[in-house]
């Protein structure tokens, strides 16, 4: 059977889908890229030829990844509906036990970004990209007088450093604490980042 010619779109995706699920089960400071290859069937060359190094491949795979979670994350953020339900959706899916992906994926990262200034750069960027996403929302919702969060940026700061160390213990110390109580707690950091009451957050919600 003749083989399939992908194009190079393709094939560059196919190879950061493979990475990505590599890192995933061998972590990024372990993975080969001979196992990107024996996931895909392919040649060492190929994927040189794609990504030139080991570490170029890693950045690519993160931001690969991430990027689809933004992505999905400016869609939650872009509904038509009021800001505290975008927000609060948004926080959920976000948080360790929402169906976000990347938990693995982004610790990984953070752990390599220590020693890989490229890498360093990359997730610098998309931290950036999230927490700008978040301010918008929480300006606006400010500006339209749902809540009266003095300064968005800042709110924005301290949530995602909340549900990022939530994840990094949830991550590595699977079942420590349960999915209601975590869930009960990210509600009780978005309505204090908020200015409102835990009440209060909730009678806007229904």
């Not at 990022?164 to 309505?191: C, F, I, N, P």
């Amino acid at each position: 059977m003749a083989r399939v010619r992908l194009s190079v779109a393709q094939r560059r995706e196919d190879l950061l889908n493979a990475a990505v699920e590599q890192i995933q089960r061998r972590g990024a400071a372990e993975v080969r890229i001979a196992d990107v290859a024996a996931a895909l069937g392919v040649s060492n060359a190929l994927v040189l030829y794609h990504f030139s190094t080991k570490e170029k491949l890693v950045a690519a795979a993160f931001t690969h990844a991430a990027d689809a979670d933004l992505a999905h994350l400016r869609k939650l953020l872009g509904r038509r509906t009021s800001a505290v339900r975008r927000l609060r959706t948004a926080v959920r899916w976000y948080a360790p036990t929402g169906p976000a992906k990347g938990w693995r994926l982004w610790i990984e990262g953070w752990a390599v970004s220590l020693r890989e200034p490229a890498l360093r750069e990359v997730a610098r960027d998309l931290d950036q990209q999230w927490k700008a996403a978040l301010t918008e929302v929480i300006a606006e919702g400010a500006a339209a007088g749902e809540f009266p969060c003095p300064d968005p940026a800042a709110a924005a700061w301290r949530l995602t450093a909340f549900l990022d160390g939530l994840a990094v213990q949830m991550t590595s110390y699977a079942g420590s604490l349960s999915r209601a109580a975590m869930l009960e707690w990210t509600d009780e950091a978005l309505a204090r980042e908020l200015g409102l009451e835990r009440a209060a957050l909730t009678e806007a919600l229904s």
